[in-house]
């Protein structure tokens, strides 16, 4: 409880310092992102900019996001397939 | 367990509505590109339609239906698709996944559409298979 | 008061992400423990989703009666939000299925073993 | 076909992923090929990752634009010669592992072994994926892959595997969210999630207090990720539990990719002034790996569990790690990546050795090692080949690590670590003596005379060599030998490699 009380203060306390929210001049919406808006169309002819940026831009964060699909589904037939041992245990 | 239904208003309901569900998860994936949407969320409807099914037509015939070796055949054969695109670029002679390279117009927009196809099947693959799995696990 | 108001977004989520943290770490259920690891990841979700908002700005995606090269309609970076937080939450929501459903997995295992799903019980039972 | 040299930093990634995609369909129409495609992909990753390495070393880092697109937009792998160090080790260790792991899995796991093979595929992309990436938030994804194969190798492990392993997803998936606070913290002020772009525009914002905020979660989520001491409590019970091959593949290498995200975050990213000076990181660290390396020897002293001990000697070698990390000066650093190294092929050897003895003997019970020299003299070799390496005899190269450590600790005139260090050593010293002592040497009757299980063993007359299979004695020997040449090459090692991966500010 206390370690909890403790993060959310330390998160608080970074938070304060932020740019405010839906503020159009904050770094995060300056820095990297209008590449994305003002030339995606442009570069890859796709009019949904999440899509151009997850699939082309990102392209590789997604393949690392399917195979962690992936994963999961195999992980789940390996952890729970049947093992007529230890069942009968 | 879940057991086949025999309310026959619930069973001709899922069967009249399943192609529909499926429909539109197709159109998701498809349209990813100019409207929200994309592989993940298309792939999660489609599974969706398939998990309708099972529920309402009882879990043993839903495992007759989707044996493991077919839902693991497809979710890689999804991941296979995408990683293949990425591949298909490196063999071409550009970086991997540049899909600038590919031989077809609009090049980028078509990758795109490939990637998320493959996407689309891994997803529905999983999502049938981690249902599968936590149903039949005794 | 001021500084409630604009950066209210960061202490939504800040406040979930406490309700997370603390059912992870203090129930003794383990279901409620993965609920908890749920919320815990939803409120970060909320988190980079929101900083990409800008005010009077639209959905990142061009208006359809551009859509035949586009090459010369002008886009202006602040008509729309910032599309690269939802790309990343999209693989984040992503992982959180994954791990949510490896997690039940693993919980079903630990129900097979047990019989149980109390920590303190399967503790007792371990020994 | 393209054999560019230029496209091998991808192949590193990519072949794990693209075989572990093929095995399970493989496995599931003839399920001997599984084993045989793994080494394959391995040994194929490893000679991309030579390739790399050999570029690194000639013509210095190397950049390698995913997508085409230039870093701040698209994700950039960087591998200079920290992560080109890594790699090696990786793809070489875990090529080990995987011809260990097919007679044990035969055993362990019978007719699970397509799935198994993938998701130990997938284990092995995501760590890989780490190490060679130059993005923070890919550096997330594959971070996931590599939790979620973890996850589920532990898990199929013994009888309490299962509950281990989902308090390892708890505190993993803690770790990893913490992890990715962090970098939307660094993301809202910076603006940017490319670490080479990050480590421009942080020095501006060194007074920030996002970024000091999100230096502490980055830390954190990767202390819990590494098993940083008081972090480590997943860690013993998960190592037990899981099956042999498994816990032989994952307790060398995932500590040590935390560790190195570590220096990366540390060093690549924030730049040493901001560790050092602004924050008091180095201070804290220093003392919490102080602190591991105690607890971890004492409890290792504490337990009669082979398997259980071994996961404690690996809590104190994270503490290692970690206060050369700490100390934050040439020597300390340099000590610090160089017993990432050795202590990668220590703890592979160690749990080789012991997944050995459990495969011949079934038990993990240190008293029941007697008069295994003569049963398995080669196992036991590389034991205790192995074991005087983690004590620190000269000539293995758990001595030169050590070595730096203690003279970076005495660069930093910090005594107290010094005295540590040393006190490790004899602790060590001691643990591996009581196990070559039971293995090797008669007088137990008289000191455990009690001892239930007494009968099981039978007298040494009869003994005859009964080794565990070539399969898992080759793997073992191996890692032995990379010991004893790692000691005797350790000069070469940073000279050509290390050397270059210590910021220049040093």
Known sequence: MILTLATGLFLIYGAMDMPKWGDPESPASVNVSPRYIEKAFEETAVPNMVTAVLADYRGYDTLGETTVIFAAGICCLLILKRRKKEEAT | ?138 | ?127 | ?506
């Open chain 3, 1 to 127: 008061m001021d500084l409630l108001i604009s950066h209210f977004n960061y202490f939504i989520s800040i406040c979930l992400m406490m309700v997370g943290l603390y059912a992870m770490m203090a129930k003794m259920n383990l279901v409620k423990k993965l609920i908890g690891m749920n919320i815990f990841q939803w409120s970060i979700i909320l988190f980079f989703v929101s900083t990409g908002a800008k005010h009077g700005a639209t959905i990142p995606i061009v208006e359809a009666g551009h859509s035949h090269h586009g090459a010369e309609v002008i886009l202006q970076a602040s008509h729309y939000v910032n599309p690269l937080p939802h790309v990343l939450m999209l693989t984040a929501i992503v992982v959180g299925v994954a791990t949510t459903g490896v997690a039940l997995a693993l919980l079903l295992r630990i129900y097979r073993t047990y019989h149980t799903l109390e920590e303190d019980e399967i503790l007792q039972k371990m020994r």
């Open chain 2, 1 to 138: 367990m879940i057991r086949r239904q025999d309310s026959i208003i619930i069973t001709t309901l899922t069967r009249l509505l399943t192609p529909f569900i499926q429909l539109f998860g197709l159109y998701v994936i498809m349209h990813g590109h100019s409207s929200p949407g994309g592989g993940f969320q298309g792939g999660v409807i489609l599974g969706a339609g398939f998990i309708l099914l099972a529920i309402s037509f009882g879990i043993d015939e839903a495992k007759q239906r989707f044996s493991e070796g077919l839902i693991a055949v497809f979710s890689s054969a999804g991941v296979f698709i995408f990683a293949g695109i990425g591949l298909l670029c490196l063999f071409l002679g550009a970086n991997y996944l540049d899909y600038g390279i590919l031989p077809v117009v609009e090049p980028r927009s078509l990758g795109m559409l490939g990637v998320e196809i493959g996407i689309g099947i891994t997803v529905m693959a999983v999502m049938i298979s981690i249902f599968r799995d936590l149903l039949t696990f005794e």
């Open chain 4, 1 to 506: 076909m393209n054999t560019d040299q230029s496209q091998l930093p991808i192949l590193i990634v990519v072949i794990p992923l693209l075989f572990s995609l093929i095995t399970p369909v493989v496995g599931w129409w003839k399920r001997q090929w599984c084993c045989p495609l793994v080494i394959t992909a391995l040994a194929l990753s490893l000679i991309s990752s030579v390739g790399v390495a050999y570029r690194v070393v000639v013509d210095g880092p190397v950049s390698y634009y995913l997508g085409g697109w230039e870093p701040p937009w698209g994700i950039e792998y960087r591998i200079d010669h920290l992560s080109a160090l890594m790699t090696l080790v990786l793809t070489f260790i875990s090529l080990l592992a995987a011809i260990y792991s097919k007679r044990s899995i035969e055993r362990e796991l019978p007719e699970r072994e397509p799935s198994f093979y993938c998701v130990f595929l997938l284990l092995i992309t995501g760590l890989l994926g780490i190490v060679v990436t130059g993005d923070m938030f890919n550096l997330y994804v594959f971070l996931e892959i590599a939790s979620l194969a973890a996850y589920a190798l532990i898990a199929i492990g013994e009888k309490g595997a299962a509950f281990s392993a989902f308090r390892y997803v708890i505190v993993g998936t803690i770790g990893a969210c913490f992890y990715l606070l962090g970098v939307g913290y660094l993301y809202i002020v910076t603006g940017s999630l490319n670490m080479a772009d990050l480590s421009q525009i942080l020095p501006q914002l060194h007074h920030s207090r996002v970024v000091l905020v999100a230096f502490g979660f980055l830390l954190i989520g990767i202390a819990m990720k590494m098993a940083l001491f008081p972090l480590h409590i997943w860690l013993p019970d998960s190592y037990t539990y899981a099956p042999s091959a498994v816990s032989a593949l994952v307790a060398p290498l995932m500590t040590k990719v935390g560790a190195y995200v570590m220096i990366r975050i540390m060093f690549s990213i924030f730049g040493p002034v901001f560790s050092i000076e602004i924050v008091p990181t180095t201070t804290l660290l220093t003392s919490v790996a102080a602190i591991a390396i105690l607890v971890g020897c004492i409890m290792a002293l504490a337990q009669v569990d082979l398997k259980r001990m071994l996961s404690y000697i690996l809590v104190a070698e994270v503490g290692y790690i970690a206060l050369g990390v700490g100390l934050a000066n040439r020597n300390g650093l340099t000590g610090a990546i160089l017993h990432i190294v050795n202590d990668a092929f220590m703890m592979a050897c160690l749990f080789f050795a012991v997944g050995a003895v459990v495969y011949k003997t079934g038990t993990r019970n240190i008293y029941q090692l007697k008069y295994l020299h003569r049963r398995m003299p080669f196992t036991m070799g590389a034991l205790v080949v192995a074991g005087l390496s983690v004590i620190g005899i000269p000539p293995l190269c758990g001595f030169f690590s050590k070595w730096y450590l203690i003279l970076g600790a005495i660069d930093g005139q910090q005594w107290p670590f010094v005295v540590v260090l040393l006190a490790s050593s004899l602790l060590s010293a001691i643990l591996f003596f009581r196990v070559i002592d039971n293995a090797y040497f008669d007088h137990i009757h008289a000191r455990n005379g009690d001892l239930h299980h007494e009968s099981v063993i039978s007298p040494p007359e009869r003994m005859e060599i009964d080794e565990a299979p070539l399969s898992m004695l080759v793997p073992t020997l191996v890692a032995a030998l990379g010991i004893v040449v790692l000691g005797v090459s350790s000069m070469k090692i940073i000279s050509t490699m290390i050397q270059h991966a210590v910021p220049v500010s040093f």
